[in-house]
């Protein structure tokens, strides 16, 4: 049985109405990644970097899932908008199905090898000593994750997305309640230091999840599709789309994240104090990822979903109010990259060498971030349409350059770190040139999922 179709709705009030809680959802990994770096930079700077190192490499292997989320989202969208609950239904089990997969993988890739390839690339004694603690617990946190990132591709892909603000409430609660308990024993805690932070995060990981599932079994909206009856059984085709759309993202995304790791890696190079200063940097860079992951994700449910609706007229002003939302979004958060960096710096570091190669990496950053603003929403745009396979090879062409312009200031030329972020210009110029190039002939509006 169908339920009727309802129409997107593509004033502000219903962008805002998806995209807030989208954005909140973004705004937890801020909270859990700012709270563990600023409870572990009180043991040192090298226990804050070594976080800030896992942290990175947790992140861009939990892409694996979140860019099937992404695939799942947007057949879901899709679905929706043709009014197909059964197929919902089943594209939504069988990402359930696969989320179970794929934290299994995720698990054994960071619990297994990634500590057999620590002392080849990281330097530092200290640093990967304080890694090698954090990553065993840190790595169970995909198997909480991974299932609440593909579950939430169900709500996000029928556009009733208040689920991920309540799951961003429980984390972020949980996560700092916990780390001030277990990274310094408060309270008759365990004294576990960079262990605890890792311990905190996991545990508020599985409480998100927990309320997650109850959420999905008593909300009305997911009445409709029967969603955990269609759990019973993981039917291949479904399984097969959600994979073949969606592995095109999870390269992206996971391309997108590697490359932080390999500009870290540069940066590592110049000394301790400039990596110390751009992991603070990322952190202040991570509140306009809230604003980017939310639009952006918003972008993808509208896209998809017009296209099913025929309403491709609609189509071009919607992107233009997304991009006017993203950007406002972007402005309101990073402020503090222009206007007090260096108190932002001083909550992490009393070094003065680094509080100001902190601020002025930010005065270069924060320009690089509104042009992400735009962009984003065009590679989005993309990636809604269908093609995925498209805004993977965008990002591949990109990364090259970003990468041949990072190595060429921070290895060739042995620039400050405040000169290496000059190379997120070209990212992200160029992530916008080669999806205009994509957008340009129309063609995007009419590709089947």
Known sequence: MNTPIQALDTSFRGLLRVALPMSLGALVQFIVVFTDNYFVSRISGEAMSAVSYCGLIYVTLAMIGYGLGNASQIIIARRKGEGNDREVASTAANALWLSLITAAIQFVLLAVAVPAILPSVIASDTIRTHMEEFIPWRAAGYFF????????????????TRAMAYTTL??????????????????????????????????????ALLYLVIYTVTHPASRPFALFSAFRAMIWKHT?????????????????????????????????TSTQSAFIVRNMYMLAWVSVMGVSTTTKTYVSGLIAEGRQGDLVP??????????????????????????????????????????????????????????????????????????????????????????FFAIERRDPVYIVWTADYVYFVLIGVLSLLYLRNGKWKSTEV
């Open 145 to 160: 994750y991974t299932p609440l990132t593909l579950l939430l591709s169900f709500w996000s892909g029928i556009a009733v």
């Open 240 to 272: 097969a789309a959600i994979v073949k759309l969606g592995g095109p993202i999870i390269l992206q995304l996971v391309l997108s994240l590697f490359i932080w790791l390999v500009f870290y890696n540069f940066v590592e190079k110049l000394g301790e």
């Open 318 to 407: 919607t992107i233009r109010k997304l991009i006017l939302m993203n950007l406002t979004g972007i402005g309101l958060l990073t402020h503090g990259l222009i206007l007090y960096p260096e108190f932002i710096a001083g909550l992490f570091t009393e070094n003065a060498e680094t509080i100001q190669l902190t601020v002025r990496s930010a005065w270069v950053v924060f320009p690089a971030v509104l042009v992400f603003g735009c962009t984003s929403i065009l590679l989005g745009t993309v990636e809604g349409s269908g093609n995925t396979m498209a805004g993977f090879v965008i990002e591949l062409i990109t990364t090259l350059f970003y990468l041949a312009a990072a190595y």
């Open 170 to 207: 429980i984390t972020a609660v949980v996560n700092i309640g916990l780390d001030y308990l277990l990274v310094f024993g408060h309270y008759g805690a365990p004294e576990m230091g960079v262990a605890g932070a890792a311990l905190a995060t996991t545990i508020a990981e599985a409480c």
